[in-house]
Nanobody, 114 residues
Framework: QVQLVESGGGLVQAGGSLRLSCAAS????????LGWYRQAPGKQREMVAT???????NYADSVKGRFTISRDNAKNTVYLQMNNLKPEDTAVYYC????????WGQGTQVTVSS
């Protein structure tokens, strides 16, 4: 069993920055992929960014050049640095961890005001 604790959401003006963190804890698991997804009101959950164990990354087109995903393997923590935020980035952001089972964080609200 893996527990995920997210932090770092909040309210920011357009053009501002936020950094999300997600720490995974538990025992006896191997993480294959970490990622961030988001869900805006009335919309489906969408992938924002993922990072593999080997460090390969993937980003949604809408965030390329603005968001950076990174991981600290020693801490089993994944980060999402979000720069130049836009009102359309407003959503609940969810951490996602893939072991032999997929786990989701509780979600953290990011609100970008215009």
């Amino acid at each position: 069993q893996v527990q995920l604790v997210e932090s770092g959401g909040g309210l920011v003006q357009a053009g501002g920055s936020l950094r999300l963190s997600c720490a995974a804890s538990g025992s006896g698991f191997t993480i294959y992929r970490l990622g961030w997804y988001r869900q805006a009101p009335g919309k489906q959950r969408e992938m924002v960014a993922t990072i593999l164990g080997g460090g390969g990354t993937n980003y949604a087109d809408s965030v390329k050049g603005r968001f950076t995903i990174s991981r600290d393997n020693a801490k089993n923590t994944v980060y999402l640095q979000m720069n130049n935020l836009k009102p359309e980035d407003t959503a609940v952001y969810y951490c996602n961890v893939l072991t032999n089972v997929q786990y989701w964080g509780q979600g953290t609200q990011v609100t970008v005001s215009s």
